[in-house]
C-alpha cells in the first residue's frame, strides 16, 4: 500500500505542475484558438487526475481485502496448531468439543482462552479493517472534491470582476485564480472580449506577453 500512495503523491505532485503550467500560459493576447487549447489541456489534466485517484483508491482497497484475508486465514491455522498442540500437552478434561470449525480432542481451560483470544483478535481486526476502509474512501471523496472545487469556485468571482472595484494586486490574488478557472471552463459559452476582460480585472497589468 505504501508504493501505491507514494506513486498516487507523485501523480499528484505532478499534476499540480502541470496545472500551474496552464495557467502561467494565460496571457491577455491569447486568441480564442488559444484559449480552447489551455482548456482542452486543462480537461485532459483532470480526467487523468480523476482517472488516477479512483484507481488508486481501487489498488489499496484490494491490497487492504487481500492482507486481511490472509490475516484471517494464518490466525486461523495458528489457533488449529496451538489447540492440536494443547490436545498433547493437557491431559485432563478428556471432552470432545467443537468451537466453530475446529475440533479439539480436549476441553481445558486453556482451549477456551485460545478460542476467546482467537475470536477477540477477530474481532479488534475487524474493527481496524472498517477504519482503515472508511478512511481510503474517505481519502478519495476528499481528493476528487476539491477537483470540483477547481472546476466551480470561479464563477461567482468572474461576475464581480465587471465591476470597477475590482482590486489588483502585484501577486496571484484568489480573485486572479478563480477567474482564470472559470474561464477555462466555461471557455466555449463566453465572448472572447469578455473573457479578455474578465482577465484584465485580476491579472497583473504588464502581463501581456
Known amino acids: 500500500m505504501d ?3 507514494q506513486k498516487l503523491d507523485q501523480t499528484l505532485a505532478q499534476s499540480e505542475t502541470e496545472k500551474s503550467n496552464i495557467m502561467s500560459q494565460l496571457r491577455l493576447c491569447l486568441s480564442a484558438e488559444a484559449l480552447e487549447t489551455l482548456l482542452l489541456k486543462e480537461q485532459h ?3 487523468e487526475l480523476n482517472s488516477a ?3 488508486s483508491a481501487n489498488a489499496q482497497t484490494e ?3 487481500t492482507a486481511g484475508e490472509d490475516f484471517v486465514t494464518s490466525l486461523a491455522s495458528l489457533t488449529e496448531e496451538l489447540l492440536a498442540l494443547l490436545d498433547v500437552l493437557m491431559t485432563a478434561d478428556d471432552v470432545t468439543k467443537t468451537t466453530g470449525s475446529i475440533t479439539t480432542d480436549k476441553c481445558t481451560h486453556t482451549h477456551e482462552v485460545v478460542i476467546q483470544e ?5 474481532k479488534r481486526f475487524g474493527e481496524m ?8 474512501n474517505s481519502d478519495k471523496h476528499k ?5 470540483e472545487k477547481w472546476n466551480y469556485t470561479g464563477a461567482s468571482s468572474c461576475t464581480d470582476s465587471q465591476t470597477p472595484s475590482a482590486k489588483r494586486s502585484n501577486g496571484a490574488s484568489h480573485s ?3 477567474t482564470v478557472k472559470f474561464i477555462l471552463k466555461y471557455n466555449k459559452k463566453l465572448p472572447l472580449n469578455f473573457k479578455k476582460n474578465c482577465i484584465i480585472s485580476h491579472l497583473k497589468p504588464l502581463n501581456y506577453s
Open 176 to 178: 486572479q485564480v478563480t
Open 143 to 147: 481528493r476528487l472534491l476539491e477537483v
Open 45 to 47: 489534466r483532470q480526467q
Open 53 to 55: 485517484i479512483n484507481c
Open 118 to 122: 482467537r475470536d477477540a483478535t477477530i
Open 129 to 136: 479493517y472498517r477504519s482503515e476502509l472508511q478512511r481510503l
Open 63 to 65: 491490497c487492504l481485502q
Open 3 to 5: 508504493t501505491i500512495t
